[in-house]
């Protein structure tokens, strides 16, 4: 706990004299650039020179007004609201300051034994001042050994934890020994160089295997597609759906045909039934009229009604009732032919598409993306055997090196801690062995030998003469350890300081990018097809957004802003798969050139053209007006009947004598029970007359006939012309193509993403960049713990010189007495 105080209170004490995020070193680093060819200011490298390198840190120490070019051109909201300036020459003065105290009282701890053993004036034994100076002497030297016995510890502590910093898992806090981070950083950094070339060859595998399934599916679809679009080009298809509704109406009419033929002799044969009865009931009914109107006085009405009744007449001719043989032959025969271009269609398409499949094989065959993307699974490969497995290599010797080293370092600082400790010691037990001797011999009023008191005064300075120098070695260090945590661990280590850190890679990766995505770094066949956007923020991505779990393992790339890897325009754009869509294409071509259509077109063209003019000529000739007029007839005389049987009923109920009117009442009621009978056969006449009116529209049907024929004429002429038959395959293929290299570029755009996430993990990445940051940067970190040791040591050595001058002080007074 003690260690950790010391180290963070070091680092509080270093920020006093930066008290502001200003850039720190990066400013020396960097340096701002405008280039044309990228919008707006960047940062480049700063040529590290002598000549830069002196007024740069003249600049920083001896100044309180420093410039700040690289933290100056930083986003507003990257740089803190308020700028303050360092003040480390105050330190320095402060330093120098203390060192010349040091010196000074080094220098006096030297001169009063020389003067107290080479003088020979007499002891002044009644000089009560002398005696008041004594006690107050000793009394200050007491004071002051027992604050350094008592603060002793305090440097023992430092020591302790600038040994555990270098050697193994600190005492205080979580932050492992920079020897533990060696073995961290190493183990991780293996890890992570050998997951390289196999994670990146299997994840571009497996994204080969899901882009060339999806494009094989797409291709075989593909040439479908072009072999529908072809039929619908060559019209075969607008052929196939004319044929098929035409089939439909035909079907049609030759069922209406059927359907007259049938209700026709059933409707002839109820009107001539109906005739045969209504007659004699009509012939009677005018003969009771006729009586009637004798006996009756002189009515006009009677003469009227008898005058209807011989008006109504049952004309009907069956004869008119007909239907053309002709046209039943025509089109019977023209359903038979129909049906079979109907099968010789499906066969047409059923057989190209057999003919197809050998080409969708070659096709799925000949354009392979591994050919596209091989320099990519050779970049993997590559990076093992080149790079990974050589940087490996010299990990693993390395690695016991800098171990036996930081063992050797961590020994001698221990060694070196403990020495100055034992002198530390050494002069306190001096300091208080002849003090107490002193102070009990004056006690009792006597003085020991010269000799004795000479050596009290000279032991101390014996083991005090590296003083001076210590305390200039540990101003220099406790310097330099504040500016490496003010200038550097503060943008590493501090959450804020990686805001700014972050900000200025920005700006120089935005420069540094295009050069490392260029041919002079990558090479050409594979930077071609690379699409990496420039990452940002890479240390808040790698310190935080890198952090791993057991269930996740975040992606580097994803981590710093990379959502896309590759470049799926020029993927397609590539002169291999160019070229296999070529060959596919005249592939293509040939098959359906070689295509025999004859075999499977229609071969009753004369027979169907024939039956068109036949059928042209007969509709033209033919109508049903005269049997819809006949059989409208047969309605319209029920009709009348019954309106006239209507009339007759009304007028005998107004005759007096009813005897003479029940004939006509007798014939009346027959009459009406066989019209009665007959509303069937209405109902079948008018169904009749629907019939007929619609075979007088068979001129529609003509219509439809007619432009099938020149449909098939067109269809067989286009199929049989190989220069017909070629012209629309190139542009379906390019057009269909252009769709399918979408369909892929969409693919590739969307598994980029994936792919970026996937092909290389960043647990290892942050594991590494956290445990160097955390045993070098951090509050506990090897600096502070450093610069707190020798903190600890300057604040120490002062009061220890000023100890043994007071303690010579003391004893020059005793031997006064």
Known sequence: MAGTL???????????????????????????????EVNGTVLTLNEITVEKIVPYVKSLLLTTKQEHPVFDVLPPDVKPDEVKNSTYIIEIILLGVAFLLTLGMWIGTLVIPCIFCCSKKKRDSNGSSSKGCLIAMGVVTGVLVIFLALCLPLVYVSISSLVAGIDGKANEGENSGLKNTVHVVVNQTTLFL?????????????????????????????????????????????????????????????????????????????????????????????????????????????????????????????????????????????????????????NLEMKLDEQIE?????????????????????????LGTEVSDPIVQQLNQMEPTVDEALTTAAKFTKLGGFIVLVLFTIVLVIILVFGIITAIQAARGSHGPKFCLC??????????????????????????????????????????????????????????????MSDKFVDPSISVMLDIPVPENVLDGILVKCKSSETLDPGLLSSLGVDHFLNATAVTDQPELQKALKDAEEALVKEIRNFDFTTVLPNNLDEIDKLIQDLEKIVGQTTYESAIKE??????????????????????????????????KATINDMRQVLSGAAGLNDKIME??????????????????????????????????????????????????????????????????????????????????????????????????????????????????????????????????
């Open 631 to 664: 059989l409208e007839k047969v309605l319209e005389y029920s009709t009348s009947v019954n309106g006239l049987l209507d009339e007759l009923e009304e007028f005998i109920t107004k005759i007096p004598a009813p005897a003479s009117t029940n004939n006509i």
């Open 194 to 346: 050998k997951d390289i070339p196999t994670r990146g060859r299997k994840v571009t595998t497996d994204l080969l295997v899901y882009l060339q399934t999806d494009l094989t599916r797409s291709l075989s679809q593909l040439v479908k597609d072009i072999l529908k679009e072809l039929l619908i080009r060559y019209n075969v298809r607008t052929l196939i759906n004319e044929a098929t509704t035409l089939s439909t109406a035909v079907n049609g009419l030759q069922k209406l045909i059927d359907h007259v033929k049938n209700a026709k002799t059933e409707a002839v044969s109820g009107i001539t039934k109906l005739k045969d009865k209504m007659d004699p009931l009509q012939k009677k009914l005018q003969s009771d009229m006729t009586q009637l109107c004798k006996q009756v006085q002189p009515s006009p009405q009677c003469d009227d009604l008898l005058a209807k009744i011989g008006a109504v007449k049952f004309d009907f001719n069956d004869t008119q009732i007909a239907l053309s043989d002709e046209l039943i032959q025509i089109i019977s025969a023209f359903g038979s032919n129909l049906t079979d271009v109907l099968d010789k269609l499906a």
């Open 455 to 516: 050596c009290g005064l000279i032991l101390p300075v014996v083991f005090c003469f590296l003083i001076p120098l210590l305390v200039l070695i540990c101003g220099i260090i406790v310097l330099l350890s504040g500016l490496i945590a003010n200038e550097g661990c503060r943008y590493v280590g501090n959450p804020s300081g990686v805001v700014v850190t972050d900000g200025i890679l920005n700006l120089y990766l935005r420069f540094l990018w295009p050069q490392l």
């Open 358 to 382: 050998g080409t969708i094989s070659q096709i799925e065959n000949s354009v392979n993306l591994t050919q596209q993307l091989q320099p990519m699974l050779q970049l993997w490969d590559n």
């Open 6 to 36: 010391i180290a963070n209170n070091f680092g509080q004490f270093a920020a006093i004299f930066s008290p502001s995020f200003t850039g720190g070193a990066l400013n020396f680093v960097f340096q701002p650039t405008t280039i044309p």
């Open 688 to 817: 009749l007359i629907n019939a007929f009116k619609a075979l007088q529209e068979t001129t529609q049907l003509l219509q439809t006939i007619q432009q099938f024929g020149q449909t098939l004429k067109e269809v067989v002429t286009k199929l049989k012309d190989k220069q017909q038959l070629e012209a629309p395959i190139r542009e379906v293929y390019n057009s269909g193509v252009k769709e399918t290299m979408d369909i892929l570029i969409g693919l590739l755009d969307q598994s980029s993403s994936g792919y970026a996430s996937d092909v290389l993990k960043c647990g290892n990445i942050n594991v590494i960049v956290t445990s160097v940051i955390g045993a070098t940067c951090a509050n506990n970190g090897l600096i502070n713990r450093f610069g707190g040791f020798f903190f600890m040591m300057l604040l120490y050595l002062c009061p220890l010189l000023l100890t043994v001058l007071f303690y010579q002080i003391f004893l020059k007074q005793s031997a006064k007495l």
